[in-house]
């Protein structure tokens, strides 16, 4: 299997810019992974596909304002920090750019003299270890000094930092959205509630491996990039409640489907532990945990529009992804939505 076998054409313009006023206004293309058949809808039209007794799972996942723009101490030289992983209280890995600004030894300053990064080591890979100094909470700190790390392709500056964050981001760790979360709102959750859809947080904190293409030509040679999940006892008890009882397993992304892929067991019964997970979900991958998929619009080559291909075959993702680019769909992290996988009641939902 071939990474270019996920290549399609897509038109720059169709790269959404910035998010839409109203989240759940966003358009949703309805695939059924069964027939093939596609509707096109509003993504608030959501709750026409989801029954009672379903189990909707969300990453309550929230991103930090991981990206720190400062200065080399002794030349001045711009340097920009990246947050990856909290190794302790005030040492993390970190990207660099540029890396030939960032030595160990050097010491990155940033707002004035409030936050310095001291460079430990450089790590296999080319990534950081360093040391933060300051005074205070760090957790503050970044809030006030950190930026959103927004994906490469979004070139607008975004203006409402809680654009970035889903409504229900709970758990900070991330160093980028859950984004297939971003069409909910508050309202929309508690009709979906209301219809007795049992509402499930699990928590996997998105590295940016997310965004990492893939460089081999042997989709089956790439490495993939690990994450932290958690999975409570009481969550996966509704889980797997809903699935003795009939009912769908709805899954809220690809960070959601990975976590719940990592911890099932061939049964599809839901196990609660925390770990770090490199599932790498393609075609030929047999599904355990999830039986529908809510995802947005991913990048050509990549390994997300390769775990979609996975749930529905690759024809048919590519397929419907060229429709999508016919209907000017709008693409990736502020754009637009599907929802895939079997729409029609079980026996016990009818």
């Not at 006892?233 to 892929?261: C, F, H, M, W, Y």
Request: aromatic share 8%; hydrophobic share 35%; charged share 30%.
């Amino acid at each position: 299997m071939k990474t270019s076998d996920f290549y399609y054409d897509l038109p720059e313009e169709l790269i959404a810019q910035e998010p839409l006023k109203d989240r759940s206004a966003s358009r949703l293309l309805v695939l059924d992974k069964e027939t093939g058949k596609i509707e096109h809808k509003i993504f608030k039209d959501i709750t026409q596909y989801l029954y009672k007794g379903d189990c909707l799972v969300i990453n309550d996942t929230k991103v930090m304002p991981a990206r720190l723009i400062g200065a080399r101490k002794n030349t001045g030289a711009r340097v920009e920090i990246l947050l990856l992983v909290r190794k302790d209280m005030d040492t993390w890995e970190v990207l660099t750019y540029p890396g030939k600004k960032a030595k160990p030894g050097d010491r990155i300053v940033f707002g004035d003299g409030r936050l310095e990064a001291e460079i430990l080591e450089v790590i296999e890979g080319g990534n950081r270890i360093v040391k933060f100094h300051y005074e205070g909470v760090f957790e503050n700190i970044l809030d006030e000094l950190g930026e959103m790390p927004i994906p490469p392709y979004i070139t607008h500056k975004l203006e409402d930092k809680n654009r970035y964050q889903t409504v229900y981001a709970e758990h900070e760790g991330s160093a980028a959205a859950p984004t297939a979360g971003l069409h909910f709102t508050k309202e929309l959750l508690e009709e979906i509630k209301d219809m007795g859809v049992e509402i499930v947080h699990v928590t996997l904190h998105v590295g940016l491996g997310t965004f990492r293409p893939v460089k081999v030509e042997d989709v089956t040679n790439h490495e993939m990039h690990s994450e932290y999940y958690i999975v409570e006892q009481a969550e996966a008890d509704k889980i797997n409640n809903a699935r003795k009882n009939g009912g769908r397993i709805i899954a809220v992304g690809t960070t959601s489907t990975r976590t719940l892929e990592s911890v099932a067991d061939e049964d599809g019964i839901i196990h609660a532990q925390s770990g770090w997970t490199k599932i790498f979900i393609y075609p030929g991958y047999k599904f355990k945990a999830i039986d529908c998929l809510i995802t947005n619009f991913h990048l050509p080559e990549s390994t997300l529009i390769m775990l979609v291909a996975a749930l529905v075959g690759k024809d048919t993702i590519l397929n419907t992804y060229k429709i999508a680019v016919e209907e000017k769909y709008r693409f990736f992290s502020f754009g637009d939505c599907m929802f895939v996988g079997c729409h029609h009641k079980s026996k016990d939902q009818k």
